[in-house]
């Protein structure tokens, strides 16, 4: 189901957690809720679900306007960090709790609810443990057995809230791809919160970037990483080096250098020049470049990061080089990046 | 190769290399011997003096009887009352704020410190006929002081923070997320209280309810004031241990303690099994 969200605002005792947010999540969609701690993405989150109720705005689900409506009725199903099963319920209990709390004719009957969580286990490859209880699970099972239990109402949409953040690194990865798959077979609309740039990109449709209570930029994984649109995207996603610059007649300069990166559109004056420290080439002659004296070298996997001290000002920007590069000793280092962007000084 | 066949049925768990499992046991052992085992062995010695014959005709006697009966059952029924709104209590000081939480919380302990001859006096007065409460009563035709009812608004009275201060601290865990995510599922609020949460509490429900009801068949100074004691109607067994001990008939008092100490070590360990099994279900 489509899912529309529309200039929500929401304050916790007068404190704005979330400041005039729109979205429009389409059917079957999934979607990533990126952001360090305290962007405002798991309020978000819990008012789609409706565990909070916004101070302005509202929430539609298709055309219904969602936001009149309870928790109860949204249909939602919500998978929490710590899977918050119910420990005193079997695994197959907990799958069937939707079902068995229903009233009337849309409760199954008790033998259709068992056969039910039985196909859903299989569905999250945990056959045969429906007379286990919780904590003779181990943590990543624990979450397959929420996730069931969340699809288990055939939910209008699927909320996920860090459902991968208490795990180890190596079930997380598999637990990533195995979501995906159930995503492509089920074709729920979801919606996860994450604060792993690694896996929202890898794993979402579309990743919404969000900081201080407000969405930076939506996008695919290769949108938001190639074309970030705004300072804050550019650190928070992937690696980034910037350096404090200047535009005058169409060139950017460094102190009273221009480095040979030609902004004909930028507007003149102070800006800030980001880049990706991979995405630079090394220059022998420096006719308009970055120059700078190595003030510390790192070995990082297949390569190495320098960092240098640029002009008067000593500024640091770290760049990558390769590891039998001979730049990497040098004491004095030129470059200029490949591919970059510049953002006017704030 | 060779390795030591497996051994079947009961093991010690191995201590932890940090010592002091051998010191522990050891003080724990002697402890409860000299504290409890010595004493009630002493008791059940004493009763054991008096021979088969005579101490089941002590303890069939119809007075026996009939204080056992009163004892237990009202023991029961204050325990029961308590378990529902010693919970309701616990549940009001563990979820919401108000002005005066802090006292009220620590008004629930007072049955605790208060010596018990005073709180007999006081729910005395307030229940007998002319006392305020019970001046409401007696029109309705209810009859509270003197009578079996009175031990039981006792034994609630000493047995109410047992069942509050054991449930508080697991309801006090209770994680939100688990309510939040029984709603989400569909869950209506009357639903998520008795299918959800209340499960989760049962174990420490079980054990208030079990000390509330041990502390109640063994109550004397309250109950004593407010029960008027009538043989074979509202008498209860502490009490005539008592009467027996001042007729220095002493065999007939142990006899009877040592019923009193059965009754109440099988109900007990009954309590405990059934604490054990859902523990281990549940983690």
């Known amino acids: ?88 319920m079997t695994v197959a209990d907990n799958i069937g709790f939707g079902l068995k709390v229903r009233h009337g004719p849309s409760r199954p009957s008790a033998k259709e609810i068992r056969r039910r969580a039985s196909e859903l286990l299989n569905l999250v490859q945990l056959s045969g443990l429906e007379k286990r209880y919780p904590a003779q699970l181990s943590g990543g099972q624990r979450q397959r057995v929420a996730l069931a239990r969340a699809m288990a109402i055939e939910p209008a949409v699927l909320l996920l809230d860090e459902p ?75 690696e980034s080096s910037s350096i404090p610059v200047k535009v005058e007649d169409g060139q950017v300069w460094i102190a009273d250098r221009p480095i040979g990166l030609s902004a004909p559109h930028a507007p003149q004056g102070e800006a800030t020049l980001f880049f990706r420290p991979h995405d630079v080439d090394l220059v022998e002659e420096c006719n308009g470049c970055i120059a700078g004296t190595v003030a510390a070298s790192r070995r990082v996997a297949g390569t190495r990061r320098v960092e240098l001290e640029i002009g008067g000002e000593r500024q640091r920007v770290e760049i990558e080089l390769p590891v039998d590069h001979p730049a990497a000793q040098k004491s004095r280092v030129a470059f200029r990046p490949r591919r970059w962007k510049l953002f006017p000084a704030a | 190769m060779t390795t030591a066949p497996a051994k079947a049925g009961w093991r010690f768990r191995q201590p932890s290399v940090i010592p002091g499992f051998g010191l522990t046991l050891g003080f724990s052992l002697a402890y409860l011997t000299l504290i409890i085992l010595i004493p009630l062995s002493g008791l059940i010695w004493r009763s054991a003096a008096l021979g088969w014959t005579d ?62 001859a005073v709180a007999g006096i006081a729910l005395t007065t307030l229940y007998a006929p002319n006392g305020w409460i019970g001046s409401l009563l007696t029109p309705l ?53 008795s299918r959800v949460l209340l ?40 009490l005539l241990i008592v009467i027996r001990l001042e007729e220095y008939n002493y065999a007939a008092a142990t006899a009877i303690a040592a019923i009193m100490l059965a009754l109440s070590f099988v109900m007990l360990l009954v309590i405990n099994l059934v604490q054990t099994w859902s523990r281990k279900r549940y983690g």
């Open chain 1, 1 to 88: 189901m489509e899912v529309r969200v529309a200039n929500v605002r929401k304050e916790f005792e007068r404190f704005p957690a979330l400041r005039d947010v729109s979205l429009d999540i389409k059917s079957g969609e999934l979607i990533a809720l990126l952001g360090p701690s305290g962007s405002g993405k798991t309020t978000l989150l819990r008012l789609i679900a409706g565990l909070e109720r916004p101070t302005r705005g509202k929430i539609f689900f298709g055309e219904e306007d969602a936001s009149q409506k309870s928790i109860q009725e949204r249909n939602v199903g919500f998978v929490f960090q710590h899977y918050a099963l119910f420990r005193h």
């Open chain 2, 55 to 116: 101490f089941w005709a002590i303890v069939t006697d119809r007075r026996t009887i009939n204080a056992l009966e009163i004892s237990f059952g009202t023991a029961f029924i204050a325990a029961a009352v308590n378990v529902v709104f010693g919970t309701i209590v616990a549940w009001v000081l563990v979820r919401y704020s108000f002005p005066g939480r802090r006292i009220v919380d620590a008004m629930v302990d007072l049955p605790f410190a208060l010596p018990t």
């Open chain 2, 141 to 193: 035709g209810i009859k509270v002081a003197y009578t079996p009812l009175g031990i039981v608004i006792a034994l609630i009275f000493i047995g109410l923070p047992f069942v509050v201060r054991t449930v508080q601290p697991i309801m006090e865990e209770i994680d939100k997320e688990v309510e939040e995510v029984a709603a989400t599922l569909g869950a209506n609020r009357f639903q998520i209280i």
């Open chain 2, 199 to 238: 499960p989760g509490l049962a174990p420490a429900i079980v054990t208030g309810f079990a000390l509330a009801f041990a502390r109640g068949v063994g109550e004397y100074g309250s109950v004593i004031f407010i029960a008027g004691n009538l043989p074979y109607k509202s008498e209860i067994a502490p």
């Open chain 1, 164 to 238: 991968f953040g208490a795990l180890d690194a190596q079930v997380r990865r598999e637990l990533r791809r195995w979501l995906r798959d159930i995503h492509d077979a089920t074709g729920h609309t979801t919606v996860f919160v994450t604060h792993d740039q690694e896996e929202a990109l890898e794993l979402a449709d579309r990743v919404v970037v969000m900081s201080q209570g407000r969405i930076e930029q939506v996008g695919t994984a290769d949108e938001i990483y190639d074309t970030p649109n705004s300072p804050f995207v550019y650190g928070f996603i992937g």
